[in-house]
């Protein structure tokens, strides 16, 4: 192994070490009320290392986001590619990726909705906001490709596919921020799973064609 490569593998090393401290201070004290001095003490090291890897706690929170699109959209671009699988079987896959990535770590899923409906997409470096929009963009054109193919056959109403794709998106990102702000009042009430297996069964039904 060249000394280049073993920088870049030690380097990658502290980067993911930055993120699993991240994840777990974002968990016990919210985004709001963390600090990257609260980080960079879980981690191990000093606040000025971490600035060496993220430009600012925004971006850190975004990293850890990235990590779930790309899980995502993996999943979703497997299902598309699928030539012999109907229409319909492809949209129940698409929302089974959806449903195993948030039982896999709803904490990031949910980190995920909140980014995207915040301030913090504006203090992000042009290179990760960059990663965000490519993944975003390549989330919907997988949609859209089973979803038009599904109008060709007559199985789904002819109308917007970019716009099913949103609402399909705003469907599972509303129904887990809002179960989650309803488990901060009380925690013992946790209807994510339930709620939106109503939420996809009533939009399945809605983009179907009468035939």
């Excluded at 600090?35 to 090291?45: F, Q, R, V």
């Excluded at 975004?62 to 030539?83: N, P, W």
């Excluded at 993944?135 to 089973?146: N, P």
């Amino acid at each position: 192994m060249g000394i280049q490569e073993r920088k870049e593998r030690e380097k990658e090393k502290r980067r993911q070490q930055i993120l699993t401290a991240a994840k777990k201070v974002f968990s016990e004290k919210g985004y709001n009320k963390t600090t990257m001095e609260d980080i960079a003490k879980k981690a191990e090291l000093s606040p000025g290392t971490l600035y060496l890897y993220f430009k600012n706690k925004e971006e850190l929170y975004a990293s850890l986001s990235l990590r779930v699109l790309k899980h995502f959209l993996a999943g979703m671009e497997k299902i598309s590619r699928k030539k012999d699988l109907e229409p319909e079987k492809k949209l129940d896959g698409f929302i089974n990726v959806l449903f195993e990535l948030y039982k896999l770590d709803s904490l990031v899923i949910v980190n995920v909705f909140r980014l995207q409906s915040s301030e913090t997409l504006k203090n992000l470096s042009p290179e990760v906001l960059g990663e965000i929009k490519n993944y975003s963009r390549d989330l919907i054109a997988s949609f859209v490709s089973a979803y038009k193919e599904g109008v060709d056959r007559g199985v789904f109403l002819d109308k917007s596919p970019i716009a099913i794709a949103d609402i399909f998106w705003a469907a599972f990102s509303g129904v887990v921020l809002w179960e989650e702000s309803k488990k901060i009042i009380d925690s013992k009430k946790d209807f994510i799973i339930p709620t939106l297996e109503i939420a996809f069964e009533i939009f399945k039904r809605g983009i179907k064609q009468n035939l």
